[in-house]
Every structure is written in structure tokens, then in C-alpha cells.
């Protein structure tokens, strides 16, 4: 019985690890396996998409650096103010999963931007590790929403920020994620 109950606990120790290791973007990984760690973003180049009741979302690029190693990763970095809870949050979209978006954004959302229904809705979304988008189309409506996965051990395990005013901005976006391959 005890050998079936360790058995077991070993088991779910080795699954909760696992999952852990498939929700955190290769920044995340990068970063919490230095010892010391500089990130440098680039300020001039920024996406910012704001609702209406003052939550943002900020995509940028950045370097990261191990101080000890000298090794070095480029990767997006989005930083995401929500009001409800009133909370600030940062998550990461690896090297390796930036060429996806790029092809995403190109291929399924740019040119769709214009795009009306009648009757119908439409929807793209993108998954990365940390973060999803989703471009949303319903008749005339048109709809970016960007949720922050479940990464960490927060209560709360997604949180949201959506707009309809900042659609526009999409190709901004783009310009960002060109930056960074």
C-alpha cells in the first residue's frame, strides 16, 4: 500500500512538473536559470493597445543577457494593467515561438481587418505559452483580445484585456514582432 501511494505521489510530482515546463515561454526558462539577469527593451519600438476604461497591453522587444554566461535571447515582452483586479502583470513570447505569430498575424489577421459579416462571426486565435490573442469578427464588430495564460500560482489563472477601438493598431504589432527574429 505505502509503495502504491509513493508510487502515485511520485507520478503526479513528475506531471505537475511537466505541464509546468510545457506553460512557460523558453524566456521564462532562460530567466529563471540565471543567476543574474539584464533585460534591455527597446522603447522605440512598442504596440500599445488601451481600452477604454484605462487597462493597456504594451508589446515590446527585448535581450536578455545571463551576466554570467554572456549568453543571449531576443523575445517579446508584453506588459498587461488590468483594473479588475487592479493588477500589473508581464508574461513572454519566446524566440521560438515569435516566427507563428508573425505568420498569424500576417496571414489570418491583417488581412481580415476589414472584414464584415452578416448574420456570422468569425474568430483567430493565436496561443503561445504565456499568452493568447484573438481576433474577433462579428458582423461589423471587430475585437482584439489578448489573456495572459496560467503560468504562475495565481488565484486568478487568466487574466483578460480586451478592446474594439484598437484594432487598427494590429499592424503596429507586426512591426514589433519583425524587430525581434
Excluded at 482584439?144 to 489563472?157: A, G, M, Q, V, W
Aim: charged share 30%; no cysteine.
Amino acid at each position: 500500500m505505502k509503495k502504491s501511494f509513493s508510487l502515485i505521489l511520485i507520478l503526479f510530482s513528475l506531471l505537475s512538473y511537466s505541464q509546468k515546463e510545457n506553460i512557460e515561454s523558453s524566456t521564462r526558462k532562460f530567466i529563471e536559470k540565471a543567476q543574474f539577469t539584464r533585460i534591455n527593451k527597446d522603447w522605440t519600438t512598442i504596440a500599445e493597445f488601451k481600452s477604454g476604461i484605462g487597462e493597456y497591453v504594451n508589446f515590446y522587444p527585448i535581450e536578455v543577457i545571463d551576466l554570467k554566461s554572456g549568453e543571449k535571447v531576443n523575445a517579446l515582452q508584453l506588459d498587461m494593467y488590468i483594473k479588475n483586479p487592479d493588477i500589473f502583470k508581464t508574461a513572454w513570447v519566446g524566440i521560438d515561438e515569435i516566427e507563428e505569430f508573425i505568420t498569424f498575424v500576417e496571414k489570418n489577421v491583417v488581412p481580415n481587418l476589414e472584414l464584415k459579416f452578416k448574420d456570422k462571426s468569425s474568430e483567430f486565435i493565436f496561443k503561445a505559452k504565456e499568452m493568447t490573442f484573438s481576433y474577433f469578427i462579428y458582423e461589423k464588430t471587430r475585437k482584439i483580445t489578448i489573456k495572459l495564460n496560467s503560468y504562475d500560482n495565481d488565484k486568478i489563472l487568466n487574466y483578460t484585456f480586451w478592446t474594439e477601438t484598437q484594432v487598427d493598431k494590429i499592424p503596429k504589432l507586426l512591426t514589433v514582432l519583425n524587430k525581434i527574429k
